[in-house]
């Protein structure tokens, strides 16, 4: 019997969408716990084109597999979109593979849905090896038409360079009125334009590397949530219309209702133009909109939520997607996917 999205309000879990039961075999790959795809500090995208979410992480001394994984909303089901690539064994800490794939690494916040290229992207992260040095300094792209990965243009990797000196922390989001990523390493606002290949550095700020960010593109603005006031987090917003001078600007003490999304390690964040807000999800089964325009947030509560966050954080696994009116979260490589819609149809 065909499973469909339902219309009510709520959460729906998702039968069999455990992300565990589509690893690679470990006898035949020999990479480490496929389960820290998700575990390790990583996170996904939105491919809004055809409604799924693709998941992508590992890294350090967690998993060493670079394969994406994808929850599809429109058959319901968990897959795994290709295999492994047998990473570099020579002892040293490659952003590479030998096959010219990105080694595997804890993606964070860091990647992003180009909806005018049809590509997912993603930047740095803390690389599949052993505990020295692990950090890269890259960006990539995969053409999801082909799953085929290209590198990126990244013009620096010390401070004062135009492109993100951090390999962790980072965050990203696509920005449709610009066509461009903008992007945080816990040093500063960046953006990247994937068609001309060129990375900016747009203004400088310390901030808590705890953070998750999403574009409001009615506001033009770039939001972003988590780790505490006290570390340079908590919520911290810049504006990103062309021309603005792009600085990131403390709104603590202007926001009221909150702060379960200040104080949150790594939350999910995503936009939703039909309430015109960016709703949050820490654990449980609540969700914070928040209406940058009135600089505050309201509670919703739903029975039958996925239960306390991953303990290390969701990043980008909290998605919507518009076509279908729903929110997608995965929350744990052992657990199955759930979907929240606001609005009942």
């Given at each position: 019997?065909?499973i469909s999205i339902p219309t009510a309000s709520g959460w729906h ?79 040293n800490c490659l952003p590479a593979n030998p096959d010219g794939t ?181 654990g449980g089964d609540a969700v914070y909109l928040f209406n940058p ?53």
């Amino acid at each position: 019997m065909r499973i469909s999205i339902p219309t009510a309000s709520g959460w729906h879990e998702i039968p069999n969408t455990q992300l565990k039961t589509q690893c690679p075999h470990v006898n035949e790959y020999h990479l480490g716990n496929c389960e820290n795809v998700i575990a390790a500090w990583s996170g996904a995208i939105a491919d809004t084109k055809r409604n799924r979410m693709i998941i992508w992480g590992g890294g350090h001394v967690d998993y060493s597999g670079n394969e994406l994984y994808a929850l599809d909303l429109n058959s319901l089901k968990m897959t795994r979109l290709n295999d492994p690539s047998l990473p570099d064994s020579s002892g040293n800490c490659l952003p590479a593979n030998p096959d010219g794939t990105p080694a595997s690494r804890h993606t964070y916040n860091g990647m992003a849905y180009l909806t005018n290229v049809d590509k997912m992207f993603a930047f740095n992260g803390s690389l599949a090896c052993g505990s020295g040095a692990n950090t890269s300094f890259d960006a990539w792209t995969n053409d999801l038409a082909t799953l085929q990965w290209a590198r990126e243009s990244y013009t620096g990797t010390s401070p004062g360079t135009e492109s993100p000196s951090w390999a962790f922390g980072n965050t990203a989001d696509y920005d449709p009125n610009t066509n461009l990523v903008f992007a945080t390493d816990p040093g500063g606002l960046y953006s990247y334009d994937s068609a001309r290949h060129v990375w900016a550095r747009l203004s400088k700020r310390t901030m808590d590397y705890h953070m998750s960010a999403v574009v409001d593109p009615v506001r033009r603005l770039y939001i972003l949530f988590g780790g505490t006031s006290a570390a340079g987090g908590g919520i911290l917003v810049a504006n990103i219309e062309k021309g603005s001078k792009y600085q990131i600007t403390d709104w603590n003490s202007v926001v009221h209702g909150c702060e379960e999304l200040q104080n949150a390690i790594y939350p999910g964040l995503a936009y939703n133009p039909v309430r015109k807000s960016v709703v949050g999800w820490t654990g449980g089964d609540a969700v914070y909109l928040f209406n940058p325009s009135t600089r505050s947030c309201s509670k919703l509560t739903y029975p039958g939520g996925p239960g306390p966050a991953q303990k290390n954080g969701t990043f980008g696994r909290f998605r919507y997607f518009p076509s279908l009116g729903v929110f997608a979260l995965v929350n744990s490589a052992t657990q199955n996917a759930f979907l929240l819609r606001l609005d009942a149809r």
